[in-house]
């Protein structure tokens, strides 16, 4: 019991020598868990499973395809409308009126295929986010990162809690406890942009006009650079389920001692995919009909954030077609709706992050949209 605390205390406080922070970023999200706060770990089932916390593998059984699948994401421009009326007519004070303002976007692709005890996972994520600072001397501060790779994980189980088909919702046994241990490694190769860009670099702006609309050259201008790494992660779940409902209790830790990605192309660095040690804890009740959920997490414990920001709360509502999402994450308000009628799943809903320092410093306004296709399951057992 003592090296367990040693070691959670060691994660904890290993990277707290960081002396600033921005957003947290992470390599995938389900968009099910933004519209919910992004607290999953306890509960994630869904397709995204090895994305939080590998040992929830273990509390499904069945076989899962998820061929077609995109979500997309927005700067929520309709919370701020009045920014883009009247606009003014010089450089200066379009500068001026959109100076701090995020601009957000987002693609990402995840097929993922699950059987029994194992899941594996494709991934494509492309995510784009700039902001202009500092109106006497203005920079553009850009972070661009377009991941792709894979993830494998596997869940032993200890226990006979109820486990479920995650689509139909049969169950195994009605009362039990169950604690899964997962494990998964996963590939990524990525290619970023992560500078801070001066307009009135007289370097940059002869490296532009000289590139004779060579993309390339202009992404050379810009900092572009790609690598590709190696990384682990590591989960235990613990449940204790009694008719139809599910107390669940969960610690994941992702990308063990950060994922590091060696650089074969360009010159600048390309930023690691930093550990993040999660924990959560769900109740949720499924009446066949009807089944909700109240979930709270605590990540990532290891960053040195805010308390606050570590916060996360959810809340989801769910009827044979329609489900209703909503949660409280790094002191924001999110919401959204999905819709299933198969073959087809769709979910809309808007989150915010924190990109500042501090608790509550600096909004990031999203929206986003997720399209599911063709997905399906069947019984093995």
């Not at 707290?16 to 099910?32: D, M, N, T």
Request: hydrophobic share 40%; proline share 4%.
């Amino acid at each position: 019991m003592k090296l367990i605390f040693i070691f959670v205390f060691f994660l904890f406080h290993i990277n707290l020598s960081k002396l600033f922070a921005k957003e947290v970023r992470h390599l995938v999200r389900s968009p099910r868990a933004l519209l919910m706060g992004d607290a999953y770990t306890s509960l994630v089932e869904d397709e995204y499973i090895l994305f939080y916390n590998p040992a929830a593998i273990g509390k499904t059984f069945g076989v899962y395809l998820t061929p077609l699948n995109v979500d997309l994401g927005v700067t929520n421009f309709y919370d701020d409308q009045a920014k883009f009326k009247n606009l003014p007519k010089t450089a200066p004070g379009i500068a001026s009126r959109f100076m701090g303002y995020p601009i957000y976007l987002h693609a990402g692709y995840n097929p993922g295929f699950r059987f029994g005890p194992f899941a594996f996972n494709y991934y494509l994520s492309n995510t784009s986010s700039m902001v202009m600072h500092n109106i006497v001397h203005p920079f553009i501060d850009i972070d661009y990162r377009y991941d792709r790779g894979f993830t494998f994980g596997f869940a032993y189980t200890i226990g006979k809690s109820a486990k479920k088909n995650y689509k139909t919702k049969k169950k195994t046994t009605p009362t039990g406890r169950r604690t899964s241990f997962g494990f998964s490694t996963k590939f990524i190769s990525r290619e970023s942009i992560a500078e801070n860009i001066s307009l009135y670099s007289t370097t940059l702006l002869n490296q532009i006009a000289t590139s004779g609309g060579d993309t390339a050259a202009l992404k050379r201008a810009l900092g572009f650079s790609k690598g590709d790494g190696w990384g682990g992660d590591l989960g235990i779940e613990h449940a204790i389920t009694h008719g139809s409902t599910e107390l669940t209790a969960a610690f994941s830790i992702l990308d063990v001692a950060n994922t590091r990605i060696n650089r074969h192309e360009g010159t600048r660095k390309i930023p690691v995919q930093e550990m993040s040690v999660n924990s959560g804890i769900s109740f949720k009740q499924d009446f066949t009909i009807l089944d909700y959920s109240f979930s709270l997490d605590l990540h990532p414990l290891n960053q040195n954030i805010d308390f606050m920001r570590k916060l996360h709360m959810g809340f989801q509502l769910g009827l044979p077609l329609v489900r209703a999402y909503a949660g409280l994450s790094e002191g924001y308000v999110s919401y959204g709706l999905g819709l299933r009628l198969w073959p087809i799943e769709i979910l809309a809903g808007v989150y915010s992050v924190e990109l500042g320092t501090k608790y509550k410093d600096q909004q990031g306004k999203r929206a986003l949209i997720y399209i599911n296709l063709l997905d399906f399951s069947f019984d093995v057992m």
